[in-house]
């Protein structure tokens, strides 16, 4: 996620670190090189016929193409919305479990430890499991040996996890130091990490069609490739720099909906996983007692990742 100050006057036209500009340039520059050939046969070799080619089909193609390219970035919107929204509930409740672990297990102080340390567990692997690493090695430090035991045997590792604090409360209930009303609004806990992994995970396995997807890419390179041969004619050599600021319109339009189709990468405008897991795993070493806790992750070059 790319966080920096908002940029005004002059800083418009030159900020580069934390814009779409680096991804869409070369595409940009391509078309301002197409502008460029054509604006000079036109200017130089006035080809016949060419005053007949009129602007007004690219207008209505580019109002089309606008409306489609912000429904498709409003969708991808929406989508990395609710991910921020879902994660933001998982640093919710492993606050709350937290506290009910310092509260109703106060005088359980390793079985406290291990469920705490659970918690980090499996925020670290739902993030993996979420970018397409391996859960089971992001969660291995926080694990005890007889736990990654375990993780060997199951293929949902922060599944998995939440099945070993399910079986840590279900030993404290059977021995008597939680009570079945207690012991209720900690499952209460589990099924709201569970539905928010099935939230993340639903997300992940459902993309924008393809299909829809693809009609916008092309729709926006026969724009912008036809574009100068319906300029020339009339704007002369004033046409590259037109065609390459439509250019730069929709394709970082299009390249934008692109990274937050899929917010829970490592594109600079996806989700900061890796520090919203970091805060998880300060809140619960802070409710543990434990001295020093490690820092905040902080933007690197403006981006938080």
């Known amino acids: 996620m790319i966080i920096r100050p908002r940029p005004h006057g002059w800083q418009l036209l030159y900020i580069l670190r934390g814009s779409i500009v680096p991804?869409?340039?070369?595409k940009v520059l391509a078309i301002l090189v197409l502008a460029i050939v054509v604006s000079a046969v036109v200017e130089l070799g006035n080809p016949p016929g060419i005053e007949?080619?009129?602007v007004v089909p690219f207008t209505l193609l580019g109002i089309a193409l606008s409306i489609f390219l912000s429904f498709r970035n409003s969708?991808?919107?929406?989508?990395?919305?609710?991910?921020?929204?879902?994660?933001g509930q998982l640093v919710f409740e492993s606050r709350s479990l937290g506290r009910q672990l310092q509260a109703l297990l106060a005088d359980d102080a390793p079985r406290r430890?291990?469920?705490?340390?659970l918690v980090i567990a499996f925020a670290y692997a739902l993030c993996a499991r979420l970018r397409g690493n391996e859960p089971a090695l992001a969660a291995l430090p926080w694990l005890q040996p007889a736990q990654r035991e375990q993780l060997a045997e199951r293929s949902n590792i922060p599944d998995a996890l939440l099945a070993m604090m399910a079986v840590e409360l279900a030993d404290a209930l059977r021995e008597g130091a939680l009570s079945p009303i207690l012991y209720a609004q900690f499952e209460?806990?589990?099924?709201?990490?569970?539905?928010?992994?099935a939230g993340c995970e639903r997300i992940l396995a459902t993309p924008l069609p393809f299909a829809y997807t693809l009609l916008l890419h092309r729709c926006a390179w026969m724009f912008c490739v036809l574009l100068p041969f319906g300029l020339a004619a009339t704007?002369?050599?004033?046409?590259?720099?037109?065609?390459?600021?439509?250019a730069y319109a929709f394709f970082g339009l299009d390249q934008l909906g692109e990274e937050m189709e899929e917010p829970f990468g490592t594109e600079p405008n996806d989700l900061p996983l890796d520090a919203i897991v970091r805060t998880?795993?300060?809140?619960?070493?802070?409710?543990l007692g434990v001295r020093p806790l490690p820092a905040p992750l902080q933007p690197q070059g403006y981006r938080l990742q």
Do not use: F, M, N, Y
């Open 23 to 26: 991804a869409v340039a070369p």
């Open 52 to 54: 007949r080619v009129s």
């Open 75 to 87: 969708a991808c919107h929406e989508r990395w919305w609710e991910g921020r929204k879902l994660w």
């Open 113 to 117: 430890e291990r469920l705490a340390t």
């Open 188 to 197: 209460e806990r589990l099924h709201a990490l569970s539905s928010i992994q």
């Open 235 to 246: 704007l002369g050599w004033a046409t590259p720099v037109l065609s390459a600021v439509l």
């Open 280 to 287: 998880i795993e300060i809140d619960q070493l802070d409710a």
